[in-house]
């Protein structure tokens, strides 16, 4: 369990993911137990002492606590939200809860990637994307050095692993295949799990799609060297990112601006400072640290990479419309609508 708590990432977020319930970045790489058939458990974590006129929030998160999710921490731990008047709660659940708890105003926020953003506003559902998390796709294709799949057009004719034909990886692998301009039929597919890790150190299959900060991850910590192809160096897919709904923007902005700027505070506070963000994490988890402190350390160096950008929360309208293109050209979602009405940057400082 410690384990699958430590290496378990967004993209149900972790941005974050696989147990969306339809087709399309926050993600259980790890099998997740079926889905929750009431609201995720609210949990509050310590913090400063919030002043007299705080706002109390919850957030949905991803799945489970993990160490992707430090800047969270942070933020509740150095005052942040407190500062801005806030008392944040988390509810752990997965990513669909956060589009139907939102959607439907019985929670504040979520942590959501832009694919179930856009899937939600064509079924009317008032969802708007405040503020970037992560700086691209989380999604990655990695494989076995010794396999030399080092480009898009080294999978033709390959055998890849996805842990589902729906989801954010799975999201992610046709967005690959769409900006690489390759066909399905010219690669072979191969549901294997979440077993992504083990697929491919049998040789069951040539690659396997997964998360940036997750299975390269366990890989290198098991002395392998591999080939590491991004989704985002060929598909403009819209990352994991802070949602709301637009009730809150027009009741409540200041509660809006508010959490986007702690936030904010908190990821560049743990991009700055690794180390202390680590040490705070474990506060929280317990079960990041001992024997698991090795891995949750690699997690949180290549999430890392996924939070640095020049302008930490930025919502990139270029994004946003290249996403909006692959999702119809790809069949995820069918109805035109205005896609600028799916996200904004009035609240990113």
């Known amino acids: 369990m410690k ?14 993911t696989a147990c969306a319930g339809e087709p399309t970045p926050a993600p259980l790489p790890l099998p997740p137990p ?7 458990v609210a949990t509050a974590v310590p913090t400063a002492a919030p ?12 799945y489970i606590p993990n160490v992707q999710f430090a800047p969270w921490y942070v933020a509740q731990s150095k005052g942040y939200f407190a500062e801005a ?3 944040v709660k988390f509810n752990w659940g997965f990513e669909v809860d956060g589009v139907k708890l939102v959607g439907v105003n019985q929670a504040d926020f979520a942590m959501l990637g832009g694919d179930q953003v856009l899937q939600a506003r064509e079924k009317n559902i008032p969802l708007v994307y405040v503020a970037n998390y992560y700086n691209g796709f989380p999604i990655v294709v990695v494989s076995l050095k010794e396999k030399k799949i080092e480009k898009a057009q080294d999978l033709v004719g390959k055998k890849i692993g996805l842990p589902a034909f729906w989801g954010a990886t799975y999201t992610g692998w046709r967005a690959l295949l769409y900006g690489a301009n390759i066909k399905e039929s010219d690669v072979k ?4 799990g979440f077993a992504q890790v083990a697929a491919l150190s049998q040789g069951v299959v040539d690659a396997v799609a997964g998360y940036a900060n997750n299975e390269p991850v ?3 910590l098991q002395g392998k060297e591999v080939n590491v192809m991004r989704v985002a160096d060929y598909s403009r897919l819209v990352g994991i990112g802070l949602v709301t709904s637009e ?11 508010g959490i986007v700027a702690a936030l904010m505070r908190g990821v560049q506070y743990s991009i700055d400072n690794p180390s202390d963000a680590l040490a705070i994490t474990i506060q929280n988890i317990p079960e990041a640290g001992g024997t698991n402190l090795r891995t949750t350390d690699a997690v949180l160096k290549a999430t890392i990479d996924l939070w640095k950008s020049p302008h930490p929360g930025y919502v990139d309208p270029a994004a946003w419309a290249a996403s909006y293109k692959f999702m119809k050209d790809a069949g995820f979602i069918k109805a035109d609508f205005d896609v600028t009405k799916a996200y904004t940057n009035k609240f990113v400082p």
């Open 51 to 62: 002043t007299a006129a705080s706002n109390e929030i919850n957030v949905v998160m991803g």
């Open 3 to 16: 384990k699958y708590i430590v290496l378990g990432l967004i993209v149900c977020a972790g941005w974050l």
């Open 218 to 220: 366990q890989l290198r």
């Open 189 to 192: 597919t191969q549901d294997v």
């Open 34 to 40: 079926p889905p929750p058939t009431k609201a995720p």
């Open 85 to 87: 008047g806030l008392r």
């Open 247 to 257: 009730k809150m923007i027009a009741e409540k902005p200041h509660v809006v601006r």
